[in-house]
C-alpha cells in the first residue's frame, strides 16, 4: 500500500499564502512525479503543479508566478507554496503521486485525501 497524507490547508484572506505539504510512505519502490491537484465545487479535478524527477515543473496557467512546487526526494516529500491567493483558488487540494510499488510494476497514481484551500476576499 501507499499512503499520501497531506496538510497545510485552512483559511486566508485574499493575498495571503499558505503552504501545503505531503509525504507519501508505505510500499514505494520509486516515484515518478509528485504533484497537486485541485477541485472546486461543481468543477472538475485540474492539475495545478506537477514536478518530475528530472526536475521539469509543470503549471497551470492560473497558478503560474504565485504557486511554487518543491520535493524532498529523501522523505518523499512535495510542497505547494501558494502566495498571493486568490478566491478562485478555494478548493480541495489533493496531492498526487505517480509511483512504482515493485520494480516490475507498473507505474500508477495514487491519491492523498484531500485538504481544503479557501480564500476569502
Known amino acids: 500500500q501507499v499512503q499520501l497524507v497531506e496538510s497545510g490547508g485552512g483559511l486566508v484572506q485574499a493575498g495571503g499564502s499558505l503552504r501545503l505539504s505531503c509525504v507519501a510512505s508505505g510500499s514505494i519502490s520509486s516515484i515518478n512525479a509528485m504533484g497537486w491537484y485541485r477541485q472546486a465545487p461543481g468543477k472538475q479535478r485540474e492539475s495545478v503543479a506537477t514536478m518530475f524527477n528530472d526536475g521539469i515543473t509543470n503549471y497551470a496557467d492560473s497558478v503560474k508566478g504565485r504557486f511554487t512546487i518543491s520535493r524532498d526526494n529523501a522523505r518523499n516529500t512535495v510542497y505547494l507554496q501558494m502566495n498571493s491567493l486568490k478566491p478562485e483558488d478555494t478548493a480541495v487540494y489533493y496531492c498526487?503521486?505517480?509511483?512504482?510499488?515493485?520494480?516490475?510494476?507498473?507505474?500508477?497514481?495514487?491519491w492523498g485525501q484531500g485538504t481544503q484551500v479557501t480564500v476569502s476576499s
Open positions: 498526487n503521486v505517480v509511483a512504482r510499488r515493485t520494480w516490475s510494476s507498473p507505474s500508477r497514481d495514487y
